[in-house]
DNA sequence: GAGTTTGAAACT
DNA sequence: CAGTTTCAAACTC
């Protein structure tokens, strides 16, 4: 169903626009604008060509008109996706659409879309299906793509991978229009093999959004393309637009892609610079330095792709490849990494593209080894089978159901369940045992926000305890995933793994007795899972047998509320960073808000404070003590004092809310000299726990730090287990991206007053879209401070583009 | 483990 | 849209 509508909309706008206005203005939109874009798009996008910004591109960049266009493509899908971010609250707008083409791909299980990363997975299937999407976008976009997805599709076959790269060495600085092609299949073999992320990105968008599906996948081959065609044609795009996108982490990388390069070296450094890119980020801060070194490395790490990726089997080949080549595997974490940093969404896509390649591969050609990828170690080709299998069901996250929320719920449950989150992927194309599927795509999200973090915060797996917030904190959840997928190998899985075991928490399921578990009530209902076997509910009808009737009442709960099963909360976007672990609370806010009344949002009644996120705007609640943020604002508002002057609207909300007496006092710690120290994230997190200790007196010990924990995802994703981790801390880690992220929120919570409406309205632009914050936010920043740095010098050329809408 | 409290979800 | 009921989790003992 939603594969048809996407088609549709995909037609429709390729029609109307043409694939490379399309990608021009997808790439301005943020991702939740992309559905605005379809109907808006097509005017707009011939504007862009005549806009100043694209004349600007147009002339940086030596690209041929022809390349431009793909450029175009590339930067649009590019900047498209950090932009989204940015503007809109990304999670909030992905998992929206997520849900619905999840749903609709859920439908659809067999659908490539989601085996579009499978390439590193199998060549046939996967890249079939990859190829598949990228050519219908490609050729949307313009004919002279569909030269380039022909290679791509050829590209697919693993054993021709390596005859590819050596082809694609050729081509690639030969010629622009061939190195594209070349560029095209090289990097997405390169990335898909060696970033399970970025196969991921694309499958993931595909899953999250509809849209934001296609402009991810076009966006990840473009960014692909881009990079090559930047590489060979040297263009100024590459700098701008990779340097945005790709770079922004590493300024090594943006030299490697800069560099003029023999054909070979070129060919190399796209790859190595798109490992680069991708490892170093997705490595994390370590990584940036190697990849300078990479370059030769890489080179052979290719040499071991190819080779990897002759290997038959996806899964397995990933598995022996990131085994064989840790530097691959790193490099394609870090890649997710560099995503996350570049644009969240990718991020979260390459995430979930992994694993999804892995799932699609398995729901579509059934291999087995799908559950490896994620959290199996690289020889697993165990449960994958046995994954999707009805048995699996229990687990099986429901097909079309929130994924997010399938994501985090499953991601304990399937955790114990299935031994790794490698199950998840399959899961989540395949509806019934697709709850791993749906945990990683989740966690992609999550990771590309708090890649980092992940790693670091593994422990997470709290949420599982929590329950709920797995299920809230999408991205909490995801961080876990991510965490694991990025970390299968590293300890932290088994950490996790071990976590998840052993923790009941994570294991929780639901205890209904008369919903059946069909009702929003149910806790793996509402997480769009598969009650399993923890599971105490009676006459539960939440089970792969009963496919049909839970597809049937998610759609009638979606009816009535298409974000019923949307993550509760919705994290900044940027948060994402790999810095995220600490995101603070703050950043991330619950949807609709909780309606507390006794409870002083200190317990885990209410929504908000299981999810680990401070209260809103949104919020109706009563005495709000929420230890991670008072509807007052306390948090935000100090933040945005500190930055903005639109924080006075916020305040002004808070007054009238009712908190005044709260606002008050948060006044008065934002005055404080403490809170003073503007933006740090001490500021933020102090005044947190002061006010926390003041409100606090039910429990302050509870409430006020220590449960906060409750974890929702976000905190409590590394080893913060619920009881301890202190926002505070992570705010303090990370004041910048604190900061940042509390910009975004506010707006997004201004936005957003109403979950959907905020969404929605969040519009890009809204206030901020200002170049700088946009860029910042979009989350192109997430990655690392020093990346923002440069998406801040690149945003002056953007800025008109964000005006646009 | 049983009972109570709480607030979201569902219903009217 | 508001009020009420239902429900299950969270919490307490």
């Not at 604008?33 to 798009?41: H, V």
Request: proline fraction near 7%; charged fraction near 25%; include cysteine.
């Amino acid at each position: 169903m939603g594969d048809e509508g996407k088609g549709k909309e995909r037609e429709s706008e390729v029609e109307e626009k043409g694939g490379k206005e399309k990608e021009l203005l997808v790439v301005m939109d943020t991702p939740d604008r992309s559905k605005i874009q379809t109907q808006i798009a097509t005017p707009v996008s011939k504007k862009f060509e005549e806009s100043p910004v694209f004349n600007f591109l147009n002339n940086l960049s030596p690209i041929k008109p022809v390349q431009s266009v793909h450029i175009t493509q590339t930067l649009n899908a590019l900047s498209f996706s950090s932009l989204p971010s940015v503007f809109t609250s990304p999670h909030a707008t992905t998992i929206k659409e997520s849900r619905f083409l999840r749903r609709h791909q859920l439908s659809d299980p067999s659908k490539p879309e989601f085996a579009s990363d499978s390439v590193s997975k199998v060549d046939t299937d996967d890249g079939v299906l990859d190829g598949g999407h990228n050519t219908e976008q490609q050729e949307d976009l313009s004919s002279e793509n569909a030269i380039v997805q022909v290679s791509v599709e050829s590209s697919y076959r693993c054993t021709e991978l390596t005859a590819e790269y050596g082809q694609s060495l050729n081509y690639d600085c030969n010629s622009p229009l061939t190195s594209p092609k070349t560029r095209s299949t090289a990097t997405d073999k390169c990335v898909t093999i060696d970033n399970p992320a970025s196969g991921a990105l694309v499958p993931f968008s595909e899953s999250i959004s509809g849209r934001s599906l296609f402009v991810n996948q076009t966006s990840v081959g473009e960014m692909s393309h881009t990079n090559q065609s930047g590489e060979a044609a040297e263009c100024d795009w590459e700098s701008l637009i990779t340097t945005e996108l790709l770079n922004f982490d590493s300024p090594n990388n943006a030299n490697t892609y800069r560099k003029s390069l023999t054909p070979r070296t070129a060919y190399y450094t796209s790859i190595t610079s798109l490992q680069q890119q991708f490892g170093c980020i997705v490595q994390g801060e370590g990584n940036e330095m190697d990849n300078p070194s990479t370059q030769p490395g890489e080179g052979s790490c290719l040499t071991e792709f190819a080779e990897c990726q002759d290997r038959t089997a996806s899964s397995s080949q990933e598995n022996d490849c990131l085994g064989g080549t840790l530097s691959q595997k790193t490099s394609s974490e870090p890649a997710s990494h560099m995503y996350r940093g570049m644009r969240r969404r990718c991020l979260v896509f390459e995430m979930v593209g992994g694993r999804r390649k892995h799932l699609d591969e398995n729901s579509i050609s059934v291999s087995p080894t799908l559950t490896q990828s994620d959290g199996n170690t690289p020889s697993v080709d165990k449960q994958p089978n046995s994954i999707r299998t009805p048995s699996d069901s229990s687990r099986c996250i429901l097909p079309g159901i929130g994924l997010h929320l399938n994501a985090l719920a499953s991601a304990p449950k399937d955790l114990k369940v299935v031994k790794h989150d490698a199950s998840i992927p399959g899961r989540l194309v395949i509806a019934p045992g697709s709850t791993a599927t749906f945990r990683s795509a989740m966690a992609d999200q999550d990771s590309f926000h708090q890649p980092l973090a992940l790693a670091t915060v593994e422990p997470d797996i709290d949420p599982s305890d929590s329950g709920l917030p797995h299920v809230e904190d999408p991205n909490q959840s995801s961080a876990m995933v991510v965490y694991d997928e990025f970390n299968q190998n590293s300890p932290k899985k088994k950490r996790r793994r071990l976590e998840n075991d052993a923790e009941p928490e994570a294991c929780k399921r639901c205890n209904c007795k008369k919903s059946k578990c069909l009702k929003l009530y149910c806790e793996c209902f509402a997480a769009g899972v598969y009650c399993v076997e923890p599971c105490s509910c009676q006459d539960c009808f939440n089970k792969p047998i009963h496919e049909d009737t839970v597809l049937a009442t998610r759609k009638q709960i979606e009816s009535r509320n298409p974000l019923a099963f949307a993550p509760k909360v919705i994290r900044s976007a940027d948060s994402a960073t790999e810095d995220d672990s600490s995101k603070t609370p703050a950043s991330a806010r619950h949807k609709r808000g909780c309606n507390c009344k006794k409870s002083g949002c200190l317990k885990k009644y209410c929504e908000c404070y299981q999810g680990g996120v401070g209260c809103s705007i949104n919020c109706r609640c009563e005495g709000c003590k929420n230890a991670f943020g008072r509807k007052d604002g306390s948090i935000f508002m100090g933040l945005e004092a500190e930055f903005e002057d639109d924080e006075i609207d916020a305040q002004d909300r808070s007054s009238r809310d009712g908190n005044k007496h709260k606002a008050v006092i948060q006044n008065e710690t934002e005055q404080n000299p403490e809170s003073a120290p503007p933006a740090t994230p001490l500021s933020f997190g102090r005044p947190l726990v002061q006010r926390h200790s003041f409100s606090s007196k039910k429990k302050p010990p509870r409430s006020s730090l220590p449960t906060i924990g409750s974890s929702s995802g976000l905190y409590a994703i590394p080893g913060l287990v619920k009881p301890q981790f202190l926002p505070p801390q992570s705010k303090f880690d990370r004041h910048f991206e604190t900061v940042q992220e509390d910009e975004l929120l506010p707006d997004i919570l201004q936005g957003n007053r109403s979950p959907i409406s905020g969404i929605k309205s969040l519009s890009p632009n809204s206030k901020r879209v200002s170049p700088p914050h946009s860029h910042s936010d979009l989350g192109i920043s997430p990655g690392r401070r020093s990346s923002r740095k440069l998406i801040l010098q690149s945003i002056p050329s953007f800025p008109s583009l964000t005006p646009q809408h």
